[in-house]
């Protein structure tokens, strides 16, 4: 064990982590004076572990000796047939004591902490006993909503991280996007980033890689490690092939409306279990399902769910590959409304508004140029907002232009001067 710890904490060493520009961690260094346990959950390879590394550049950087900061992936094969006993953390805690004698507070970061059962109750043991300063990192989302709300209720700070944003993606480029100066004079490379980021999304390395090919073999195989080692084994599957059969199905069908009957048919399995297949997917933030608007909170439950998927560049490797333009952008408007909004909903009936949130119904539509499709979604706002109570935005790919009372935005526009402020993006 004494080999992997020092393996993985390279600081001990004089090295620096990797530091790839996160607009969250601003937000993680904000939490670190605090006593709480910080926690950092998002979907697998979206960059939970570079983020808490960097937080260990901030501490070095800050002056803490480095030798008071250790970090440990809990994903390493060694420590598999440990993962049944939780005080196994404790032992490699005092395996990182022996080896370095730390002097002072110790900032212990343990990476990808759902592999250990029951981890819980080590950490709340040593948060209330001991002067450590707790980081822990996990890829679903019962990690908070189950486990610690339980026993670490009011112990802990959450930071969700997503893949890459718009503008983190432009950062990651070195394209210039500060000012509207900037952001005319770059207006090219912004379009080419566009593009690129609107088809494949967010994770870093699928947008380190340039063949087509390997990026859709790269994301084939996140989702399929998500599947077969985060759901499977937490929920005991034994017909683990039907529910990875039933992802790239639904993958088919973002941005549509869920018939659990339907797919009940289609995977000869009662709607109960489709049901529940979902829920794990949305547990390790694959997709989010999304209510009808309604004014009774009863019938929005009760009401057709709309599915998305969480980052752009699994619809890539759909069953069936979309060439639709229009359910990539619906899908992106998605992504960037849901990381800003606490719900997000859907409006249908004789028309459809794609999203409301926040007072302000949101259409999206790649090209309004042919005037039956721009006709179609002037007339969904005048249909649902008849008294012009709420704002009115139709979303386009590279179209703007100011109606009485409809704002028509590019996407551009709807990332850089429409947002209450990019760092959220």
């Known amino acids: ?98 080896v370095v004698n730390p002097q002072g507070k110790v900032y212990c970061i343990f990476d990808e902490i759902q592999y250990f059962q029951n981890w819980q109750v080590y950490i709340k043991s040593k948060y209330e006993s001991s002067d450590i300063k707790y980081i822990i990192t996990g890829s679903n989302s019962s990690m908070l909503s189950n486990d610690l709300s339980t026993l670490l209720s009011g112990r802990s700070l959450n930071i969700h991280l997503d893949t890459f944003s718009f503008t983190e993606f432009l950062d990651y ?60 084994p937490r929920y005991n599957i034994r017909n683990s092939q039907t529910l990875e059969k039933l992802f790239f199905y639904l993958l088919t069908n973002v941005t549509g409306i869920l018939n659990y009957t339907t797919l009940s048919k289609i995977f000869e399995i009662n709607d109960r279990t489709i049901k529940e297949y979902i829920n794990y997917f949305e547990d390790v933030f694959l997709f989010k399902r999304i209510d009808k608007f309604h004014n009774k909170p009863k019938e929005k439950i009760k009401s057709s769910k709309k599915l998305y998927c969480l980052d752009n560049g699994l619809l890539q490797i759909a069953l069936k590959s979309s060439k639709n333009l229009g359910n990539s952008l619906e899908n992106m408007v998605f992504v960037i409304l849901n ?36 006709k179609r979604e002037l007339n969904s706002f005048k249909h649902f907002n008849k008294e012009n109570k709420f704002k009115n935005k139709l979303i386009t790919y590279d179209t703007n232009e100011q109606l009485k009372n409809i704002d028509i935005i590019s996407f551009e526009k709807f990332i850089f001067t429409d947002r209450p402020s990019i760092n959220t993006i």
């Open 1 to 98: 064990m004494k080999s992997i710890l020092i393996e993985q904490n390279i600081h001990w060493r004089g090295e620096r982590h990797k530091s790839i520009k996160r607009d969250a961690l601003n937000k993680l260094v904000s939490y670190i004076p605090l006593k709480q346990i910080i926690t950092i959950t998002g979907i697998r390879r979206c960059g939970k572990s570079t983020l808490a590394k960097q937080a260990i550049n901030y501490l070095i950087d800050d002056g803490i000796d480095a030798k008071n900061i250790f970090f440990i992936n809990l994903e390493n094969p060694y420590f598999l047939e440990y993962r049944n006993d939780a005080s196994y953390l404790n032992v490699i805690f005092e395996e990182y004591l022996r």
């Open 173 to 232: 480029k070195e394209i210039d996007f500060r000012d509207n100066i900037m952001r005319i004079h770059n207006k090219i490379m912004i379009k080419r980033a566009k593009d690129e980021y609107v088809k494949w999304g967010g994770f870093y390395e699928v947008f380190e890689i340039e063949d087509e090919l390997i990026k859709k073999e790269v994301l084939i195989n996140y989702v399929k490690n998500i599947i077969y080692q985060d759901i499977v």
């Open 339 to 374: 990381k800003e909004h606490e719900e997000v909903s859907y409006l249908r009936d004789t028309y459809e508004i794609d999203f409301f949130c926040e007072d302000i119904y949101y259409q999206v539509s790649h090209d309004i140029s042919d005037e039956k499709t721009r």
